[in-house]
């Protein structure tokens, strides 16, 4: 790779996907993407948890910045599947800070809100995390492991992420868009508060944050804080559909195997003025969605 070549790590997943597209669309980057299958075949395949695969994969290109998009991101399954969560959320994130540090690249990684208790929200990156389940736990310790053997290295911490994107997990969108679909009634909790963040801008922060060589911690989110009922309610209104569909729940009716944080709100200021981001409203957001889902003819 030239010395303008980014490697991006979990491109199979959503964030990954919107990566590759921001950096071919807007960057001249020379861009290597990753995949754990490898089933793709514009993907290479790698195990980030595979710690000489790490260092020969990087050792062989010689990105000058590396973006890992890979995670363990199933919040229930990590209280149950501690082992590989946290293999792939902090150990393998430690492969990755000490292949760049060995072979001169910058890495940006991504975290998460639930580093935070959700006590008060409005979260800063100067917040104490003290994160309440083990997903949490295991992104905070990727994000120390990675301070700990990396000075090039910008950490962005998202929340309630989604968009649209081929193949991937089912994200809070897609899931109230399939609910709706149905036509009958259904609950969603009022008691989980934060910013929904669209993938697609969460990746153009990415890419602000490698073009302004930005190092350290930024809070990346959606400019509106609101309830995950009040978000279903945005949704249906934006794709068309009843919002009167939605009702509306608390969070201990839904016996969710993880503690989450009930308001992890976020502060933006610091990417907002370091790195010229204007954080969208969610009608924006979705509204952005909807015309990449009709192009793609996933709804009419
Ligand atoms: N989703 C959210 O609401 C949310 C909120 C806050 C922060 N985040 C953070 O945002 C980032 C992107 O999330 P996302 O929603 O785009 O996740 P995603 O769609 O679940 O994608 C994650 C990708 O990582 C891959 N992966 C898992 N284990 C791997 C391994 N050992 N080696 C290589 N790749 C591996 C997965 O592959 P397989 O599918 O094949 O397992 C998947 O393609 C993550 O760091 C996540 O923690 C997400």
Not at 14 to 19: A, P, R, T
Not at 62 to 72: E, Y
């Given at each position: 790779m030239s010395e303008n070549g980014i490697l991006i790590v979990g491109a199979g997943g959503?964030?990954?996907?919107?990566?590759v597209?921001?950096?071919?669309?807007e960057s001249e980057y020379a861009i290597v993407a990753s995949e754990l299958s490898g089933n793709n075949d514009s993907l290479i395949s790698l195990d980030i948890t595979e710690r000489q695969k790490v260092m020969d994969c990087v050792a062989e290109l010689?990105?000058?910045?590396?973006?890992?998009?890979?995670?363990?991101t199933d919040v229930d399954r990590a209280e149950t599947e501690r082992?590989?969560?946290?293999?792939?959320?902090?150990?393998?994130?430690?492969?990755?800070?000490?292949?760049?540090?060995?072979?001169?690249a910058k890495l940006v990684h991504i975290s998460t809100d639930y580093v935070f208790n959700g006590q008060k929200g409005n979260y800063e990156e100067n917040s104490l995390p003290d994160p309440l389940g083990y997903y949490g736990k295991?992104?905070?310790?990727?994000?120390?492991l990675a301070k700990a053997q990396l000075e090039d290295l910008a950490i962005?911490?998202?929340?309630?992420?989604?968009?649209?994107?081929?193949g991937i997990k089912k994200n809070f969108v897609l899931w109230v868009l399939d609910k709706l679909k149905e036509g009958a009634g259904f609950s969603v909790v009022t008691d989980q508060v934060g910013n929904p963040t669209l993938a697609d801008e969460l990746a153009y922060?990415?890419?602000k944050v490698v073009e302004r060589n930005a190092k350290?911690?930024?809070h990346v989110s959606g400019f509106d804080v609101m309830s995950r009922f009040e978000f279903a309610r945005k949704i249906a209104a934006v794709f068309g559909h009843d919002p009167g569909l939605i009702s509306q729940m608390t969070s201990d009716k839904l016996n969710q195997k993880a503690k989450r944080p009930m308001n992890s709100s976020f502060v933006c200021l610091k990417a907002q003025t370091e790195l010229g981001l204007k954080m969208p409203t969610v009608e924006d957001s979705l509204t952005i969605m909807k015309r990449q889902m009709k192009q793609a003819g996933v709804i009419n």
């Open positions: 959503l964030l990954g996907q919107k990566l597209e921001v950096f071919k669309r010689r990105p000058s910045v590396i973006v890992n998009a890979a995670a363990f082992e590989l969560a946290y293999k792939v959320n902090a150990t393998a994130v430690g492969h990755l800070a000490e292949a760049a540090n060995v072979f001169n295991t992104k905070l310790a990727g994000e120390n962005l911490r998202t929340q309630v992420l989604y968009g649209f994107g081929k922060a990415v890419l350290g911690l930024y």
